[in-house]
């Protein structure tokens, strides 16, 4: 069984729910890999979150691809809230940290299910569905979906919007 340390700054954590929140809302993240030889490999992806787990495409091979092929475990973070404050000398700040395990999906029906959550979460109303299925059908096969499925979910915030919530 895998274990996860506990958050040193305690007070600040937000709770479970607080923290899929801000996956929910948020657009882009950090996605961090065991690279090359070794070397941490941190790369921004756009996802969307859904059904517990954190979905986001890829080309068919690089980096990203092959460091998930040779160790599945990774760490996604998000930063949903940093607002600067210079006379304090600090930020006010939101953000989630995510560990699990990444899968390349190989299943067309799955592929192609994920990658419509994808381009439903970056769509507006003026986007239709024939718009967004030719989009689908033109880049379907050069690319692919990753799922990633959560062990450990965190999320804390600034403690002066802690204190300002209490």
């Known amino acids: ?10 007070r600040q954590q937000l709770s479970h729910e607080d923290a899929e929140q801000i ?16 070397y941490p490999y941190a790369v921004p992806v756009s996802y969307v979150y859904a059904d517990g787990k954190i979905y986001f495409h890829s080309a068919l091979q690089g980096h990203k691809v092959d460091a998930i092929r040779n160790n599945p475990k990774v760490s996604f973070c998000v930063i949903a809230q940093d607002d600067v404050k210079p006379m304090e000398f600090t930020t006010y700040f939101k953000s989630a940290i995510a560990f699990g395990s990444a899968r390349i999906i190989e299943d067309e029906a799955e ?25 689908i059908a033109r880049d379907f096969k050069h690319l692919l979906m990753i799922e990633i499925t959560i062990k450990h979910l965190t999320a804390k915030e600034a403690i002066e919007l802690r204190n300002a919530k209490n």
Do not use: C, W
């Not at 069984?1 to 305690?10: A, L």
């Not at 996956?23 to 070794?38: A, I, R, Y």
């Not at 959550?117 to 967004?132: F, H, I, N, Q, W």
């Open 23 to 38: 996956l929910q809302h948020s657009t882009s993240g950090v996605l961090s890999v065991n690279g090359d030889e070794g």
């Open 111 to 135: 592929q192609m299910r994920t990658l419509r959550l994808l381009a439903k979460r970056y769509s507006d109303e003026t986007v239709t569905v024939e718009m967004m299925e030719k989009e």
């Open 1 to 10: 069984m895998e274990h996860f340390r506990p958050m040193r700054r305690i």
